[in-house]
């Protein structure tokens, strides 16, 4: 029997700037649904990677002193070197630069051509480079000098005139777009970008360029010699190529794949994914991704991150102080998913130590140090006239697959984190009110003395579990700790998350510390 397929995407990331702490944000994000999915038993596809063309990577690979090209490639190994640090499980990185993705985007663009979707006139108006993207005069600012500037980045615009360009006929989408949303409520997440989202499209749609005459650094329309695909029009196409749309070594792999789960983005560039992307998918008769999710800023005392302003941080900074696992809980535990999120050091610090040091690492040391003190570091069998007894660790573990699942469907990791940490200090309060301690002192208690560190060290399988998908190396420890097999194998998360399956007998090792508590005076970045 097949499995399931779940599908979803990050963002392409544009070219010209390295990894930060918001494309990791993102990254994580989808990371972590990957790795559950995968243990919930799905056939999972996370599609990935590099948004290429354009006039601003021309024109930065010139100052440069290299080809468009030369800079692409410069760049590419900035993403995937912090994407392995992260402990990222992509299944596909789609460069745009790439020839399977000219397939994609020549074969889309041609059937929408072909269908009367497309019309050839001359652009007036305003360009903005950085953005890469075209504004009406009224949506623009003024600087102090007077100048048009951006209304997203407030950088000076461009003046369009008379450049020849492809359009779509996105206007002709705005009756369509706003039934979809009213049927597909679900569609745009969380609920303040769609009230966004379904404002700007009440007030009406312009005709989108998807073309461009003036440089070459992109994707030629083979309907016309001198155009190359404007960028969006190219890098949302990716999400069709990382499952094989028009791919003749992936066959079928598109049809049992499409449409997907999520798009994960920044609320930044909601506006692409929710209206020009879906009004593309209708005009090519594709179905629509189920969700765009557009999540919210990283602010550091209230501000988005930037270098003009001087409070970027880079995500190998905070992994050299936290770890790997530590960096991935925070930033999806403690920043709720859809909100913007202000982070700092000292909040960082404060959730490591309580959430990781002194509840989840304390725990596995006590519980592995006392199995190894009383019980020569073999997991107790338990007694047969204590298979009835009360068991308050089973009790919660029994119902935390349900709460679990129906957060990670909802992309709810807060909430996830917390219904585990849940266990995980009720364990802790387990093992004071039980005083192991005190019950290896008797030779006629000692039979209640495996039955509770029985259920302190099943609780730790069962956490290890659930924590996998936030925290995968931590729990792949935890799992070697106990003499299981490969956590990274388990494909069925509700089967394996069954109270008992902790063989007696198995081996425990204490270890190092999983987490060493820090002292944010010591943290210097």
Same mark, same amino acid.
């Given at each position: ?39 919930? $038993? ?6 990935? $990677? ?32 912090? %994407? ?24 889309? %663009? ?55 360009? +492809?359009?779509?006929? @996105? ?45 070459? %650094? ?7 010699? $001198? ?12 999400? &069709? ?51 765009? #999710? ?15 302003? $001087? ?25 709720? #998913?859809?909100?913007?999120? *202000? ?14 040091? *002194?509840? %989840? ?7 592995? *140090? ?22 308050? @660790? ?5 119902? &935390? ?11 709810? #990791? ?38 509770? &560190? ?44 069954? +109270? ?5 007998? *198995? ?19």
């Amino acid at each position: 029997m097949s499995k399931p397929t779940y599908s979803f995407t990050t963002p392409i990331y544009y070219v010209n700037a390295a990894p930060h702490l918001g494309t990791a944000y993102t990254t994580i994000a989808a990371d972590t649904v990957a790795r559950y999915q995968r243990m919930n $038993g799905c056939d999972v596809a996370f599609v990935t $990677g590099l948004d290429e063309h354009g006039q601003k990577v021309a024109e930065t690979g010139e100052k440069n002193g290299m080809t468009p090209q030369e800079w692409c490639d410069s760049m590419v190994p900035a993403f995937k070197d912090a %994407w392995d640090m992260l402990d990222i499980t992509y299944t596909d990185f789609v460069r745009t630069t790439e020839e399977r993705q000219t397939r994609t985007v020549q074969k889309f %663009w041609t059937d929408l051509y072909e269908k009367g979707y497309l019309y050839k006139s001359a652009y007036e108006g305003w360009y903005c480079v950085h953005e890469e993207t075209y504004y009406a005069e009224n949506d623009l600012e003024k600087n102090e000098e007077g100048e048009f500037v951006c209304p997203d980045c407030h950088r000076p615009v461009r003046r369009a005139s008379g450049e020849e360009n +492809w359009f779509f006929k @996105l206007s002709e989408f705005q009756e369509p777009l706003l039934k979809f949303y009213e049927e597909h409520p679900e569609f745009i997440r969380p609920e303040t970008r769609k009230n966004e989202i379904v404002t700007f499209v009440k007030g009406g749609l312009q005709d989108l360029s998807i073309s461009r005459s003036t440089f070459d %650094w992109g994707i030629p329309l083979p309907f016309d010699e $001198g155009h190359v695909c404007y960028v969006w029009a190219d890098a949302l196409l990716a999400y &069709l190529t990382g499952i094989g749309y028009a791919d003749p070594e992936r066959e079928g792999e598109f049809e049992r794949r499409w449409p997907m789960q999520y798009h994960f983005v920044g609320k930044d560039i909601t506006r692409f994914h929710c209206v020009i992307w879906p009004a593309m998918l209708m005009a090519a008769g594709l179905p629509i991704t189920g969700t765009v #999710f557009g999540h919210g800023f990283l602010l550091v005392g209230g501000e988005k991150m930037s270098k003009s302003k $001087g409070n970027g941080i880079k995500p190998a900074d905070l992994v050299e102080v936290f770890g790997v696992d530590a960096y991935r809980y925070y930033f999806m535990s403690d920043v709720r #998913f859809g909100a913007d999120g *202000n982070i700092s050091i000292e909040r960082m610090t404060q959730v490591y130590n309580a959430d990781l040091a *002194n509840t %989840w690492g304390n725990l596995c040391s006590r519980v592995f *140090n006392m199995v190894g003190k009383y019980f020569d570091g073999k997991v107790p069998a338990v007694p047969a006239e204590f298979a009835d007894a009360p068991n308050p @660790l089973k009790d919660i573990a029994d119902v &935390l697959y349900e709460k679990y699942d129906a957060c990670m469907a909802d992309v709810n #990791f807060t909430d996830a984190a917390a219904a585990v940490q849940e266990l995980a200090s009720r364990v802790n309060l387990y093992v004071e009110e039980s005083a192991p301690w005190n019950l290896a002192k008797s030779e006629e208690t000692r039979g209640e003395l495996a039955f509770v &560190l029985y259920n302190a060290a099943e609780a730790c399988r069962i956490l290890a579990l659930f924590f996998a998908p936030f925290m995968p190396n931590t729990s792949a420890e935890v799992f070697r700790r106990l003499s299981l097999g490969a956590i990274e194998e388990i494909d069925d998360i509700k089967a394996a998350s069954v +109270w008992g399956q902790l063989p007696a007998g *198995n081996d425990v090792e204490k270890g190092d510390p999983l987490f060493p508590r820090l002292d944010v005076k010591d943290i210097q970045l």
